[in-house]
C-alpha cells in the first residue's frame, strides 16, 4: 500500500456515496478530522533521565454528540493511524445509533518496556497535555490496543485532579470499583459474537461445523476465541504478536488464556511448557494463519493484516473484522470478487464502545446495572443493526462494509442537516 492509512480508509467512504444522497457540505466535511492535538510528554524514567513521548489525540465529528475513542499504546502509533481510527469511531457510533461522534488517541510506544510506575507517569502526562481537548460533554477516551481499565483509572483520576471534580464519565472502561461498567471487559467481543451468531445461520453454518482462526489474543482476541469455543465452534488456530498454533481437532482455549495470563506467549507456552505434548499442534507464523483453510477469520490485532500482498492466500469463507482496518481497501475489493463475506470492523468491533456508552449514561445517572442487563441491552443493539445491515447490503446487492456505511452516512447526514447550514462559517 502506497499511500498514507487514512487515505485508503477514506476509500470505503467513496464507495459508499453512490448509495446515499448527501448534500455537497455534508460530503466535504466529513473528509476531514475536526481537530487534531499532537503533544509531548515528559515522563521522570525510573532511572532518573527523562524521556519524551509523542502523544495524539484527533476528534474527527461530533456532530452526533461528544467524540468517543480509545487509547493506543504501541510503536507504530503515528497522526495518520490515530486519524483514520477516529475515522472509523465515527462511522461506528453512527452505525450502532449512539449518540457519540468520533475520535481516538495514541502514544507512540512500546509500553512492554516501561515499569507500572513509568506507564502510571506516562498515562497522568498524557491526561495533563490533552486535559482542555478532553471531558464528559466534549471528548472521551477509553481503552484501545495496550491500554486496560488501570490506565483508564488513571487518566479518569488525573483529570478529576486537574478540573478539581469528580467526572467519572470523562473516561469509560475503568475499573468497575471507580464507576466502569460491568460487562466493559468482554463487550468488544460478546458483540462480535452475537453479529456471527446472527450472521452465520443464514448461511446454514453450525458451530460444531465451523473450524476458526483468531489472529491477536489481547482483550478482544481471547475473549472471542473463548466465547466462540463455548458455543461449541473449533478454534484451530490462535497468535499472538510471537506467532501462533495450529491443531486441526480444535483448540482447548480456556487452557491457553491461562498459559498466556502467566504472561508468556502462545507459541512459548505449548513448546516449552509441561503440557506441550497433550495436544498434537503446529506452531504458525501471522502470515500462516491469516492463509489457513477454515471456515471462519477473526482478524483482532493490528490494520493492514490482509493486503493486496497476501490477499490471495487468504481462505476463509467468511472475515470478522474484530480489529480495526485489519484488511486495506485493495485487498477488499478481491475478497468481494472472490466472494469471501467480509463482516466490517465498524459494525462487528462496536460492542466495546456500546458497553462504554452505558457505562457513560451509568455515571451521568448514578445508577447502575447488572451485569445481565449490560448484557442484554448490548445484544439487543448488536443484533437490531447487523440484520438491518444485512437487509441493505440484500436490499443493493452490496457487500456488508458498504452497506454499514450507508447507514452510517445517512445518520451522519441527517444530523448535519438538522444542525443547518452553519454558513456563519463562512460568511464570516
Ligand atoms: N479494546 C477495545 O475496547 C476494542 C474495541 C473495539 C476494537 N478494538 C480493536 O481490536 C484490536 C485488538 O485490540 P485489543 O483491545 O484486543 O488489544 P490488546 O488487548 O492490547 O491485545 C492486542 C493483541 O494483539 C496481539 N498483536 C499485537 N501485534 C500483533 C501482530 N503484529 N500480529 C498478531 N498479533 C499481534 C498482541 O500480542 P501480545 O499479547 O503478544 O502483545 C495481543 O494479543 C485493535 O484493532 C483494537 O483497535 C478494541
Ligand atoms: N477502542 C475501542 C473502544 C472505544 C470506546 O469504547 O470508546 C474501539 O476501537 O472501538
Not at 100 to 127: C, H, M, Q, W
Not at 199 to 206: A, G, H, I, R, V
Not at 225 to 238: N, P, T
Request: include cysteine; charged fraction near 20%; proline fraction near 4%.
Amino acid at each position: 500500500m502506497s499511500d498514507s492509512l487514512f487515505a485508503d480508509a477514506s476509500r470505503r467512504l467513496e464507495r459508499a456515496l453512490k448509495y446515499v444522497s448527501l448534500s455537497e457540505d455534508t460530503i466535504e466535511r466529513l473528509k476531514y478530522p475536526k481537530s487534531s492535538l499532537i503533544v509531548s510528554i515528559p515522563v521522570r524514567m525510573d532511572d532518573g533521565s527523562l524521556r519524551i513521548f509523542q502523544g495524539y489525540r484527533v476528534r474527527y465529528d461530533n456532530t452526533r454528540g461528544p467524540s468517543k475513542g480509545g487509547v493506543r499504546y504501541h510503536p507504530g502509533v503515528s497522526l495518520d493511524e490515530v486519524q483514520s481510527l477516529a475515522f472509523w469511531m465515527t462511522f461506528k457510533c453512527a452505525v450502532l445509533n449512539l449518540p457519540f461522534g468520533g475520535a481516538k488517541g495514541g502514544i507512540t510506544l512500546n509500553p512492554k518496556e516501561l515499569s507500572k510506575l513509568e506507564l502510571e507517569r506516562l498515562s497522568r502526562g498524557y491526561v495533563d497535555a490533552i486535559a482542555d481537548f478532553i471531558g464528559p460533554d466534549v471528548d472521551i477516551p477509553a481503552p484501545d490496543v495496550y491500554t486496560n481499565p488501570m490506565i483508564m483509572g488513571w487518566m479518569m483520576d488525573q483529570y478529576n485532579i486537574i478540573k478539581r471534580q469528580l467526572s467519572p464519565a470523562v473516561v469509560t472502561g475503568k475499573p468497575v470499583t471507580i464507576g466502569g461498567s460491568l460487562g466493559r471487559d468482554t463487550a468488544t467481543a460478546m458483540g462480535a459474537f452475537f453479529v456471527v451468531q446472527t450472521l452465520l445461520p443464514k448461511f446454514e453454518l453450525n458451530p460444531q461445523d465451523t473450524t476458526v482462526a483468531v489472529q491477536g489474543f489481547g482483550n478482544a482476541g481471547a475473549e472471542i476465541a473463548e466465547l466462540l469455543w463455548k458455543a461449541g465452534y473449533k478454534v484451530v488456530a490462535v497468535s499472538d504478536s510471537q506467532g501462533g498454533i495450529y491443531a486441526k481437532q480444535g483448540l482447548d482455549i480456556p487452557s491457553i488464556r491461562g498459559f498466556k495470563d502467566s504472561n508468556k506467549g502462545i507459541k512459548a507456552i505449548y513448546c516449552e511448557g509441561s503440557v506441550c505434548n497433550i495436544i498434537e499442534h503446529e506452531i504458525l507464523t501471522n502470515e500462516q494463519l491469516l492463509a489457513l483453510d477454515v471456515d471462519v477469520l477473526v482478524p483482532a490485532a493490528l490494520e493492514n493484516q490482509i493486503t493486496e500482498a497476501n490477499v490471495n492466500d487468504v481462505k476463509a469463507k467468511f472475515i470478522f473484522e474484530v480489529a480495526n482496518g485489519p484488511i486495506d481497501s485493495a485487498a477488499d475489493l478481491v475478497l468481494e470478487t472472490r466472494g469471501i463475506h467480509v463482516i466490517p470492523d465498524i459494525l462487528v468491533n462496536a460492542g466495546g464502545v456500546t458497553v462504554s456508552y452505558f457505562e457513560w449514561v451509568q455515571n451521568r445517572s448514578g445508577l447502575y446495572w447488572t451485569l445481565d442487563e449490560v448484557n442484554q441491552r448490548l445484544k439487543h443493539k448488536m443484533v437490531e443493526e447487523t440484520e438491518a445491515i444485512w437487509k441493505k447490503s440484500q436490499e443493493l446487492s452490496v457487500s456488508m462494509r458498504t452497506a454499514a456505511y450507508v447507514y452510517g452516512l445517512n445518520r451522519l447526514g441527517e444530523a448535519m442537516n438538522a444542525k443547518g447550514t452553519r454558513d456563519y462559517y463562512i460568511n464570516g
